[in-house]
């Protein structure tokens, strides 16, 4: 997979590239406890979706692995968000990579609020409606105070996607502890 002028950034260079497009891993099993648990912080997703916390840990490790850094592609704004789970040893984290598109919708969002862009995250209104994708870019939208109506927009995906307990716990969660918040 490549992602035009994302790996050029890193030094020392990279000798492989470590990007895999894992856009299907959506729809294995364990997939949705593990990301929501792992990049979604939310220590509540292994109950929701009532998976056995050992084959949980097993699955966490593609997410965990220096050789391979699995990317997700969220549509936004009319362009394509890369989320990557960058596995950089003493250097890990995620990483959102936005193209001209999303880049283009977001300064037309300042404009439209006088060149104002409150919060750390993606503007509220960019947050895409489908449940895999909506889920997927959670971590990286918004400000602290979450809108009105979302937190059922999540709990909705949520169930969309598999979770069966404690769905409105899990969406609460989720919110709280979303990167963009958690890492200003």
């Known amino acids: 997979m ?7 950034n890193f030094h020392p260079p990279l000798e492989t590239s470590p990007l895999i497009d894992a856009t299907s891993w959506v729809d294995e099993e364990l997939f949705w406890p593990a ?15 009532d998976a056995d916390v050992a084959d949980l840990d097993v699955y966490v490790e593609n997410f965990e692995r220096p050789d391979v850094w699995p990317v997700f592609a969220v549509p936004i ?14 250097d890990s984290g995620i990483h959102w990579v936005l193209d001209a598109k999303v880049r283009a919708a977001l300064r037309r969002l300042a404009d ?28 990286a939208m918004g400000t602290r105070e979450v809108p009105e109506g979302v937190p059922a927009v999540v709990a909705e995906s949520l169930r969309a996607v598999g979770a069966m307990k404690r ?18």
Do not use: K
């Open 112 to 139: 439209a609020n006088g060149g104002y862009h409150p919060g750390p995250g993606l503007p509220w209104p960019l947050l895409p409606r489908e449940p895999a994708h909506l889920l997927t870019a959670l971590p």
């Open 77 to 90: 704004g009319g362009g394509m968000m890369h989320l990557v789970v960058c596995n950089l040893p003493g």
């Open 167 to 184: 769905v409105e716990e899990l969406a609460d969660d989720l919110l709280r502890h979303r990167a963009c918040v958690l890492l200003q």
């Open 35 to 49: 990301f929501l648990f792992h990049v979604g912080m939310a220590r509540s997703a292994p109950a929701a979706f």
């Open 2 to 8: 490549h992602i035009p002028g994302y790996l050029e």
